[in-house]
């Protein structure tokens, strides 16, 4: 069974400071998407990341894919309070099989922005 | 664009009770599933399908059936509910089923079983 641990849990910070979400696994992901999800609302697709030690920016956020495809990280600049949320990375596909679409989730970072 | 449809919104159940959570899409998409998510763990799969007529199971499928007698449409149905299936239910869609593509979500449905 594939895991992912997603650090913190929770993150309570104030607006305009920076932040850091991590994801970990002992397994090898041919792709870790990040997902964001709002109250009542199904998870949102942010990015993937496909290529160990890849780099991706949407505006403020940072998506980073480790070297060995085991883990990534979320970076958001200047936190804004637009930015609160449940924070979800998902790792799709296996080493020598088919996945089928299937994503292994992390448990999850709620971010509060406070104004 | 209506996407990825469930309902309902919000189910109370007595334990013992059975239910269809519907759940249908409006994209041609193959690939669908299921997922639950309860509160620090995260999604977990419990069925998926690979288009019409073809199911299998996810990692947490006891107490679940599904059927895909459409493209369109999967319904979740639990038989005899319990209390540890109280959780937030949703359905996602996806066009190939690559390792790379993105899922659509529904909205969920919060299924209270006591």
């Known amino acids: 069974t594939q895991l992912l641990e997603q650090s913190p849990q929770f993150l309570s910070i104030q607006e305009g400071e920076n932040l850091t979400v991590y994801c970990n696994s002992s397994?090898?992901?041919?792709?870790l998407q990040w997902y964001r999800q709002e109250p009542g609302e199904g998870p949102v697709l942010l990015v993937t990341?496909?290529?160990?030690?890849e780099v991706k920016k949407l505006k403020r956020l940072t998506f980073q894919f480790g070297d060995a495809r085991k883990d990534s990280s979320l970076h958001i600049t200047a936190a804004q309070p637009g930015d609160t949320g449940l924070y979800l990375c998902a790792g799709g596909g296996y080493a020598g099989g088919t996945s089928y679409g299937k994503l292994t989730f992390g448990q999850g970072t709620i971010l509060t922005v406070h104004p | 664009n209506a996407g990825v449809t469930q309902t309902p919104k919000f189910r109370i159940l007595k334990i013992g009770q059975s239910m269809t959570l519907q759940c249908t899409q409006d994209?041609?998409?193959?690939?669908m599933y299921w997922y639950r998510q309860d509160p620090g763990m995260g999604l977990k799969l419990i069925y998926y399908s690979v288009g019409a007529g073809i199911t299998d199971k996810g990692e947490v499928p006891n107490g679940y059936n599904v059927s895909r007698s459409t493209t369109e449409d999967f319904p979740l149905r639990l038989e005899l509910a319990a209390p540890s299936q109280t959780s937030v239910y949703f359905c996602a869609s996806t066009n190939r089923g690559a390792f790379n593509e993105k899922l659509f979500f529904g909205s969920g449905t919060q299924l209270s079983v006591l």
């Open positions: 990341v496909v290529t160990g030690g």
């Open positions: 994209m041609n998409h193959n690939y």
């Open positions: 397994s090898v992901f041919s792709s």
